[in-house]
């Protein structure tokens, strides 16, 4: 998420005033810093938990359809998507797609993960409220997130032509910005769950319990860079606005 709030700085900056690309490139330095050491920090992670091999010698797909049915779910399947950090509940044609290492592999990092994405799906199934209003959502933001980034360009282009355009785009921005701060009980609440049923039903030792823990720590906190970053745009933004005026 944070890579497509920079891909949108670049975008404009051959349009501004070079006081306003300075300060830009400053905002785009540290969001780019911080999204970097936390990428690199849960790949790290994932790395290093994916060597932690699980006592019980379950793999990702039979912890997610365990977690599953311990819960009562019996209409959503487990299957496996290519690539890598891919994974995620599909609520449409409710399906836990999980990538190809963390289907086959036997270790804390698969399981952890698993489970995570499993929690997505009892929030489906437990109609949990944030999980609604995230997916209410999508629609709107699948919409305003294509139009925001042309509607901000033309109105720096027309400021003076047209001056309602650059507010409009901002708006169109905004509901970006909300949905990415309503990710972030969905995802927390998501390894919440996962990490309770995973301690309750006695899956992992202690050492894997603390490896998963930590693994979806640092995955929750990119979601926290993406919300941060698009705020911190959106700001960005209405100064650009406000200076134009």
Do not use: C
């Amino acid at each position: 998420m944070y890579q497509i709030i920079l891909n949108r700085f670049l975008f404009i900056f051959a349009h501004l005033k070079p006081i306003n690309m300075l300060f830009g490139y400053v905002i785009f330095g540290l969001i780019a810093l911080v999204g970097g050491l936390v990428q690199w920090r849960l790949k790290s992670k994932f790395k290093h938990y994916s060597k932690l091999v699980l006592r019980n010698g379950l793999s990702g797909r039979e912890i997610a359809e365990k977690m599953l049915h311990d819960n009562g779910i019996f209409d959503v399947r487990v299957i496996s998507t290519p690539g890598r950090l891919t994974d995620h509940y599909n609520p449409v044609d409710k399906t836990v797609n999980l990538s190809e290492a963390v289907y086959h592999e036997r270790n804390a990092a698969a399981a952890a993960v698993a489970a995570h994405e499993v929690g997505h799906a009892v929030q489906h199934a437990q109609s949990y409220e944030w999980l609604q209003f995230r997916s209410k959502m999508v629609p709107i933001v699948n919409v305003s997130g294509q139009l925001a980034q042309w509607v901000i360009m033309a109105g720096i282009l027309l400021i003076n032509s047209f001056p309602v355009l650059l507010p409009i785009g901002i708006v169109l921005f905004a509901t970006t910005v909300v949905f990415t701060f309503v990710t972030l009980p969905v995802e927390y609440d998501a390894s919440n769950r996962a990490l309770a049923w995973l301690k309750n039903k006695n899956m992992l030792s202690q050492q894997e319990q603390e490896g998963a823990e930590d693994a979806l720590k640092w995955a929750a906190r990119t979601y926290v860079v993406a919300a941060v970053g698009a705020l911190i745009t959106l700001a960005y933004y209405i100064m650009i606005y406000l200076n134009r005026r």
